[in-house]
């Protein structure tokens, strides 16, 4: 409640009530705080997806080991193992810095700033997606999809390269234990990913969006730049994300 | 003409929009713009962030490649590991997406609500080995 305060016997003046309305509390734009808030709900459901991932991981006695499973390199052949998804990693990271500078940029109102670091992280999320394109054609060859590995008959050498075969854990595994580990290991793996380059998809397609406004001089028009703020805002969780599906997927 | 003919300028649609009551917020408006002591300080920020980022994947990945083989045990690599990508999230969300310039409310009301995280894992990844457990000495699958 505000208080109103009497300076004297004719006039009362009243202190603005902070959460009594028009205006935001939290000094932020609806449409950015929304857009934190979407944030949110989708760290939840990325959340809700790896920590389903490590119950999995936790259920089964052995797992395939990241070592041997991401050990390709387009044009090298096997044997370099988590050295691609470095690279996929470095490429988005790098986007989301070309992405900070597109909105500082747009913070001094400068038009062709914006429009050049845009353009790189454009760029960089075309990148990004092609090189998962890449992975997910690998690991199809390798035998790897949704819904794989299901018939416990089938031979050793279908599977066995996915795994550490010196460990205690695998030698003292059933062959069932072994191939159903496998299967759910592909599944959350194209899920997972599946919904993050999905993610990359879309931020690409607004970047791209904000890239034709800014260039018609939309915001130029409207004073400010807050709009490449929000869609980085989603292009920085998108790397976000990727950090934790890197730890848990290529790293753990 | 019509009378339902309007002429309005892009402005004008957005007279209603909100945002510009608060782009000011974070947007500068300093002597020489770009060019500024300020601008240039939050650009330097920015790389150092960048740099953080990247030094820190590199040491994941050397980690990751011949931790297992050095001999390090499975729970401390595990625990390097996570507390490493806590880390870069934290730049990542403290920098990159300005959380850490905003009001102290916003960043409380952002960040509580992820705490339920905490039991989110613990619980989950506890009934995970329970079923290990229970597979391995009462289960079916026993040999």
Known sequence: MAQPVVLNENITATQPKIWGGGRSPFNVSYGKMMMWFFLLTDAFTFGAFLISYGTTRFFSAVWPDPNHVFGSFPFLGSGYPLLFVSIMTFILIMSSVTMVLAVHAGHYNDKKGVIKWLLWTIIGGIAFLSCQAWEWTHMHHEGGWWGSFTDPSVPKETYEHFFKTTLPSYANAAPAQVIQSAHSFFNYFFTITGFHGFHVTTGVIFLILVLINTINGTYERRGHYEMVEKVGLYWHFVDLVWVFVFTCFYLL | ?143
């Open chain 2, 1 to 143: 003409m019509a009378s339902n003919q309007h002429n309005h300028s892009i402005q004008d649609l957005y007279e209603g929009d909100q945002s510009k009551l608060y782009s000011g917020v974070l947007a500068h408006h300093d002597e020489g713009g770009l060019e500024s002591p300020q601008s240039k300080k939050q650009v330097k920020r920015i790389w150092k962030v960048f740099w953080v980022l990247l030094i820190v994947t590199v040491v994941e990945v050397v980690c990751g490649m011949y931790g297992h083989n050095a001999g390090m045990p499975k729970w401390l690599l595990s625990t390097f590991f996570l507390v490493l990508t806590v880390l870069k999230a934290i730049y990542i969300v403290r920098v990159f997406m300005h959380l850490g310039d905003e009001v102290r409310n916003f960043i409380v009301t952002i960040l509580i609500p992820l705490t339920l995280f905490i039991w989110f894992i613990i619980a989950f990844l506890a009934d995970g080995s329970f079923w290990l457990h229970m597979n391995n000495n009462v289960g079916f699958h026993k040999p």
